[in-house]
């Protein structure tokens, strides 16, 4: 949109005000490149993810390896792991997987919201869907490889069939508790403990329209975390912020009525964006404690990547 660098602009110094050391950075398929188009926009996202680690070498690293992102983290740099929301550019071809894991993605979630030929997202979940036959397979080759599957987004049948299938750790992104919020968006808490239970971890969504239905504040987005802490425990719940207010603003709207009204995002006063994040350290260690604060805050991302990952 006529930024040479907006990256380097915007969100770096963001995320150095905010003391982020990972950034899970996912490959989304906007509703008008939905079809062959969408294997296109994948791989120009994939290569502008390269572009930004050359150009910004000594701030962030594009990192595939649990060494490799340590390295990074330790030599005071960003560690960026990429991801797809939602595997529309897969299609009907499972065999992309290997080709986007040669490139660098590492997490995968099936869908976003809508149905892919892989299983239904939450906006379908009338149909009563969980994963096609292809699905399955795509999480065979995902385990296969060492890609960690990512149940958010999923409906509730594809959360439970994955969790039949599943043979290695899977993880929630960016998904809050159901408990704490009522929302199809959010966890139950059987979801969080069958989550830990497959060795994975919950990273909690500070998207507002899934944190609370009247005017949620920082407060009601801590709820989530208290939650989700005393049911599976510091070190398997983490950050998943899902920042979308100022890339709504700035693009084309990418929620697509699904869920939620476009026109009414419900960001959170106080967490919108990474640098927020400065605030929030310290008044998890109020409520949780400093240890428990420090899991949420990136250790849990940090220490459970560098077991998922390849070596």
């Known amino acids: 949109r006529g930024h040479a660098d907006p990256f380097g602009d915007f969100w770096l110094p963001q995320l150095r005000a905010g003391g982020v050391v990972l950034q899970v950075l996912p490959i989304y398929t906007e509703q008008q490149f939905i079809g062959e188009g969408a294997l296109r926009r994948a791989l120009r996202y994939v290569e502008t993810a390269w572009g930004i680690a050359e150009r910004h070498a000594d701030d962030v690293a594009l990192v595939q390896t649990a060494s ?18 939602g595997m529309e550019p897969v299609g009907h071809d499972v065999e992309l997987i290997d080709s986007f894991w040669r490139l660098g993605v590492r997490m995968a979630s099936l869908t976003w919201n809508r149905r892919t030929m892989l299983a239904d997202g939450l906006g379908e979940s009338a149909t009563g869907g969980g994963l096609t036959t292809l699905g399955v397979a795509a999480v065979e080759r995902m385990e296969a490889l060492g890609m960690i599957v990512d149940v958010s987004h999923l409906s509730d049948a594809g959360f439970e069939h994955v969790a039949r299938v599943a043979q290695r750790p899977f993880v929630a992104s960016h998904s809050s508790c159901r408990a704490v919020h009522a929302h199809p968006r959010n966890l139950t808490d059987e979801m969080l403990r069958t989550i830990v239970a497959s060795g994975g971890f919950a990273c909690m969504n500070a998207y507002g329209g899934f944190v609370g239905a009247d ?31 100022d890339l709504s603003e700035q693009l084309d709207p990418i929620v ?19 640098a927020d994040l400065a605030d929030l350290g ?10 428990p604060a420090r899991a949420v805050c990136s250790g849990t991302l940090v220490d459970g990547l560098a077991r998922l990952l390849p070596a």
């Open 215 to 245: 005017a949620p504040d920082v407060s009601t987005y801590l709820e989530h975390i208290e939650h989700a802490v005393s049911v599976v425990g510091a070190g398997h719940v983490g950050l998943g912020c899902d920042f979308v207010a």
């Open 68 to 85: 490799e992102m340590r390295a990074a983290i330790e030599g005071g740099r960003i560690a960026l792991v990429l991801a797809f929301e």
């Open 256 to 274: 697509d009525g699904i869920l939620l009204d476009p026109g009414e995002l419900g960001t959170i006063a106080g967490i919108e964006r990474p």
């Open 282 to 291: 310290p008044r998890l260690a109020e409520r949780l404690g400093q240890e």
